[in-house]
């Protein structure tokens, strides 16, 4: 018997899509429910290494899905999102299937010549997972309602039709209007999809429901669509999926939890805010440290800050350009606090990028790095995309660390230590350290206590102030999106 499928669809953008769809995994896989998360097409630079689903090594996809499967007690897999687009600049996307990159198209491109076999690959990939689970809790993207994407939207409408699905419509109330955004959702749904609308969410509620519930009453009247659940305003910590909440390129914005900790006892991670940033999500358990704040800062901004975080980058050589113009390398060059590069990042801390013209969009063979380790990034067109666990052999500012890390890396290029280089390694799988200043390929360096909690007592150290005691354990992200969406009334949903 095939699975039951519920798309998970929203009025808009960043409404709270991945969050219930993690919650509803979560709350069923607890029920004993055979489970597994879906999005049929994604479009986002935070992208995790998982298996694919073949069985023949390993492909990329959406955080928000690898998130997904942890939710759900299984393991990801390349049938989670088997269609990823990545942007690197230009109206250029990196068409990822089934787990594996294709090659770079503009968005008209993409829709005249590849789009039919995207919704074949991912077609085929729900059906994989309907046939081995009881339920697919399949993430809708964006807006259901964009009427000039209704005859090639993938993840919503034509994921509603080949999975037979019910849908569950998410509404933001924190951004006003919610009423207005629902009827406008339905009133411009095709007939075939409002059909299947079961019920609506409205997330990110504040204050007294009874003042809401008039509206509600009135929205049920007016559409026949019933309101499942007001849920309130809450973050269970779960990564972001994309950079919808970064702060545009050129300003500002801080995130972290500092816990009501004197701000003469805190410290600040500057990430200097790259064009094309990629893998954000990579800092993201760093604020969510007692005490510490992460700001994203533009890459002309002084480094006023206790350590520098470098990200990833889609585009290593083009960053790499942006950052030397906006005077990025000299700010890092005469930074005296910890520096940690990831992936992109490492490779832009190196002496030069070789092969160049591969990666960036210019004609340049080499360009310059802020020289702060001594390696070079030689870029070719194959690309890693692995799983790794490392054992951490602390150096630099993971002095003291030992003991094994696991995350994984997705990247072009290899970067090798120059000839007569005098650099500890941090990781038994590479890296370098000088001084202050780690490199690593390693995506999820910090989601391993290990390494956040020794980064942070140098970061302290480094800072000259004592570190607070670490506040109480808020328990699992899941668990915590389990309980948000528990108010949900799924028996319209047959579960």
Request: hydrophobic residues 40%; contains cysteine; glycine residues 12%.
């Amino acid at each position: 018997m095939a699975a039951r499928t519920i798309l998970v669809a929203g009025t808009a953008s960043h409404v709270g899509k991945s969050t219930v769809a993690a919650g509803l995994c979560r709350r069923l896989a607890d029920r004993g429910v055979a489970v597994a998360p879906f999005k049929a097409q994604n479009m986002s630079n935070n992208a995790r290494a998982v298996a694919r689903a073949d069985g023949d090594g390993f492909g990329e996809i959406g955080v928000s899905q690898y998130v997904q499967a942890n939710a759900a007690r299984v393991p990801a897999s390349t049938d989670h999102n088997p269609v990823l687009l990545k942007p690197r600049g230009d109206g250029e996307s990196q068409l990822v299937l089934d787990g594996e990159a294709t090659d770079h198209f503009a968005a008209g491109a993409y829709y005249d010549t590849h789009w039919e076999r995207a919704r074949a690959t991912a077609e085929a990939a729900h059906e994989r997972l309907a046939s081995a689970n009881d339920v697919v809790i399949a993430e809708g993207a964006g807006s259901i309602a964009e009427i000039n994407l209704h005859d090639r939207d993938l993840a919503n409408l034509e994921t509603a039709r080949f999975a037979d699905a019910d849908v569950l419509l998410v509404a933001d109330i924190e951004r006003g209007g919610v009423f207005a955004s629902i009827l406008g959702t339905l009133e411009l749904l095709p007939d075939d999809i409002h059909d299947r609308v079961e019920g609506v969410v409205v997330t990110k509620f504040r204050g007294d429901r009874s003042i809401l519930d008039p509206g509600i009453d009135r929205i049920e009247e007016l559409t026949g669509v019933p309101v499942l659940a007001v849920l309130p305003y809450d973050d269970p910590g779960l990564p972001e999926e994309d950079s919808v909440s970064l702060p545009a390129p050129g300003s500002s914005a801080t995130i972290g939890d500092d816990d009501g900790v004197d701000p003469e006892r805190s410290v600040t991670v500057a990430v200097p805010r790259f064009p094309r940033a990629s893998n954000v999500t990579d800092v993201e358990p760093l604020a969510g440290v007692s005490g510490v704040r992460v700001r994203f800062v533009p890459l002309s901004a002084p480094l006023d800050a206790d350590a520098v975080v470098l990200t990833g980058t889609k585009n290593t050589v083009d960053d790499a350009i942006a950052a030397a113009e906006a005077g990025l390398y000299a700010e890092l060059r005469s930074f005296e606090g910890p520096v940690v590069g990831l992936c992109g990042g490492y490779q832009l801390l190196g002496e030069r990028l070789s092969n160049a013209a591969i990666e960036g969009t210019g004609d340049a063979e080499t360009v310059a790095g802020a020289g702060l380790l001594p390696i070079e990034t030689r870029f070719s067109r194959e690309k890693t995309v692995v799983p790794v666990e490392r054992r951490l052999r602390g150096c630099g500012p993971l002095s003291g660390a030992d003991g094994p890390v696991s995350g994984y890396e997705i990247h072009m290029g290899d970067s090798d230590l120059l000839p007569d280089a005098d650099v500890e390694r941090p990781f038994d799988g590479g890296g370098a350290a000088d001084g202050d200043v780690l490199g690593t390929y390693l995506h999820g360096l910090f989601e391993n206590r290990l390494a956040r909690e020794t980064f942070v007592d140098r970061v302290y150290a480094a800072a000259g102030r004592d570190r607070p005691e670490t506040g109480g354990d808020r328990g699992s992200s899941y668990d915590r999106a389990a309980g948000l969406v528990e108010r949900i009334d799924l028996e319209p949903f047959g579960l």
